[in-house]
């Protein structure tokens, strides 16, 4: 079967799909991608190896500006420039972001089977659109459906995490001698990662620095993912007094080293992040995005604290006390965090991927 998949802007819409591709590709059905030359995608998905096409696409626009009232004249360019890729494909996926768009409108236009997939609890403007008509909505937090539109033909799939990060768990101990040789680490320690996605998170970089000075524990360390923007400014604001060993890394490539020799996981609540330390089977402390659209991070972040998988700290509600003081009582606690990791991993959906590539062949079988 041919699929076509259409998404990107963000890492989050990007991996769920390279994920998906790859069971795709397995069981012998091609793939090709749609996306913007300027996204994430345009990189990630030509490092994969896989066939990309460029499509123009913008975003959203939700106020009055010269950019919205040109807005629809480029969406129908948009459209009538996608139509060659909607009727090569047998079936349609839409991974939501306003990259998914034109796409989508061309392969109801060509009535070609569309499937969405949204990543977060709290549905995304595009896929909020796209819900009825779709042949189906695979959701990966069954909170979503609030958010749909009535009658709208969903299921829960969960939200396809990339093979090398599902295989953390069956091979943690090699992974974490690795990593404690490749991070500069010391072994024996209890070890906490924070990040706040590829770009950092500023306001978590500084409440950390902080939260070291107060911790100042002995038999701590912390990995430290600041965003490459960030790292010389968080390198020279650590305290050079304190027992407490701190690695402050830019970027990291490989995300399963930090996994591996991670015993408390600080983070945002992307819905990437979410399933991959859910994957992982991680315990963890999530600090949603603010400023994220439709509080979808905080509602991811609320899914997780019902299934006594993490807990939560509001961004207004985090300073470098109140973090020390959390870290501290969660590290004490050995048996919470073995339960909340346990959690965690019950509450994945590790055969995501798979589930949603029989949505999307089901979808294409019945066109």
Request: charged share 25%; net charge positive.
């Amino acid at each position: 079967m041919k699929v076509l998949i259409a998404g990107g802007g963000t890492a989050g819409h990007v991996f769920p799909a390279l994920a998906l591709s790859s069971h795709l590709i397995s069981g012998g059905h091609e793939v090709r991608f749609a996306g913007t030359s300027h996204g994430q995608e345009a990189r990630l998905v030509r490092e994969a190896g896989l066939p990309f096409e460029e499509i123009r696409a913008r975003p959203l626009e939700r106020k009055v500006s010269v950019r919205a009232v040109v807005a629809p004249i480029a969406a129908v360019a948009a459209v009538k420039a996608c139509r060659p890729l909607v009727s090569w494909a047998d079936v349609v996926v839409g991974m939501g972001g306003y990259v998914s768009v034109p796409v989508a409108l061309a392969s109801l236009r060509a009535r070609r089977p569309l499937v969405l997939h949204e990543q977060n609890a709290v549905p995304g403007l595009a896929n909020r659109t796209f819900a009825r008509p779709a042949r189906r909505v695979a959701l990966a937090f069954s909170e979503a459906r609030r958010g749909l539109p009535r009658r709208t033909r969903s299921i829960v799939t969960g939200n396809p995490v990339r093979d090398e990060i599902l295989s953390v768990p069956g091979d943690r101990d090699r992974l974490a001698k690795e990593a404690i040789r490749e991070l500069d680490l010391a072994e024996g320690r209890r070890t906490v990662v924070v990040f706040g996605g590829s770009q950092g998170a500023l306001h978590v970089n500084r409440s950390v620095v902080d939260a070291i000075r107060r911790l100042a524990l002995a038999d701590l360390q912390l990995l430290l993912l600041t965003g490459p923007a960030h790292v010389g400014s968080v390198r020279a604001a650590i305290p050079s007094d304190v027992p407490t060993i701190v690695r402050v890394v830019g970027f990291l490539e490989r995300m399963t080293l930090a996994y591996a020799v991670a015993d408390l996981v600080i983070a945002r609540a992307g819905a990437t992040t979410v399933a991959e330390v859910a994957a992982c089977g991680l315990p963890s402390l999530l600090i949603p995005y603010p400023y994220a659209t439709g509080r979808h991070q905080e509602a991811n972040a609320r899914a997780l604290q019902r299934a006594g998988a993490s807990t939560m700290l509001l961004d207004d509600e985090l300073d470098g006390r109140v973090l020390a003081d959390r870290i501290g009582r969660l590290l004490s606690d050995g048996d919470r965090l073995l339960e909340m990791g346990a959690r965690a991993r019950a509450w994945s959906r590790p055969d995501a991927a798979e589930a949603l590539a029989r949505v999307v062949l089901e979808a294409g079988d019945g066109a």
